[in-house]
Antibody, heavy 118, light 110 residues
Framework: EVQLVESGGGLVQPGGSLRLSCAASGFTFSSYWMSWVRQAPGKGLEWVASMKEDGSQIYYVDSVRGRFTMSRDNARNSLYLQMDSLRVEDTAVYYC???????????WGQGSLVSVSS | QSALTQPASVSGSPGQSITISCTGTSSDVGGYNYVSWYQQQPGKAPKLMIYDVTKRPSGVSNRFSGSKSGNTASLTISGLQAEDEADYYCSSYTSSRTWLFGGGTKLTVL
């Protein structure tokens, strides 16, 4: 059974940093693109970032480029999102998602809530 | 980039069919067949329902179907059931090597 389990969310002040982790199991992690998708409270889904199987290609939404850094450790079956210079508008549930053929999010974690507030 | 355009809400009675539209541009929906649809129940993670415009993942009911014409993709749910009540999102790959979601459509089963 495919499982994606996010951790690391919490409350942080504007300008602060947080690192999200996603532990993957039940599939060959190193064979898939992986992505982060977020959802602000009561709002829709927003794609945040995607990374190729070997980490050689990474893409970000404009609003986080330069502030967020996505990485992966295929040996540990883990995905990460380092979030720096956090803003109030980054408040959201962050989902780790497997990206089938890069373009489709076919498996999702349960989400991790990030709240940015003073 | 702006989100793909979806109607905020649609409704239908049990047994009826409904269609949700998703309008983009030639740089996303119209330019690629990488359109997908997701169902999100309250408090749950999204679930992939349609990919490659028309394809259903294993386990998804054949009551769900997808199509595309020009810059607009559509999700049709036939034989509407109470359990279909949820939020639905479309998504597309874009020419900027990013991915866009629609704003979401709330489906109410009357």
């Amino acid at each position: 059974e495919v499982q994606l389990v996010e951790s690391g969310g919490g409350l942080v002040q504007p300008g602060g940093s947080l690192r999200l982790s996603c532990a993957a199991s039940g599939f060959t992690f190193s064979s898939y693109w992986m992505s982060w998708v977020r959802q602000a409270p009561g709002k829709g889904l927003e794609w945040v970032a995607s990374m190729k199987e070997d980490g050689s290609q990474i893409y970000y939404v404009d609003s986080v480029r330069g502030r967020f850094t996505m990485s992966r450790d295929n040996a540990r079956n883990s995905l990460y999102l380092q979030m720096d210079s956090l803003r109030v508008e980054d408040t959201a549930v962050y989902y780790c998602a497997r990206a089938l053929w890069a373009n489709y999010f076919d498996q999702w974690g349960q989400g991790s809530l990030v709240s940015v507030s003073s | 980039q702006s989100a793909l355009t979806q109607p905020a809400s649609v409704s239908g009675s049990p047994g009826q069919s409904i269609t949700i539209s998703c309008t983009g541009t030639s740089s996303d929906v119209g330019g690629y067949n990488y359109v997908s649809w997701y169902q999100q129940q309250p408090g749950k993670a999204p679930k992939l329902m349609i990919y490659d415009v028309t394809k259903r993942p294993s386990g998804v009911s054949n009551r769900f179907s997808g199509s595309k014409s020009g810059n607009t993709a559509s999700l049709t749910i036939s034989g509407l059931q109470a359990e279909d009540e949820a939020d639905y999102y479309c998504s597309s790959y874009t020419s900027s090597r990013t991915w866009l979601f629609g704003g979401g459509t709330k489906l109410t089963v009357l």
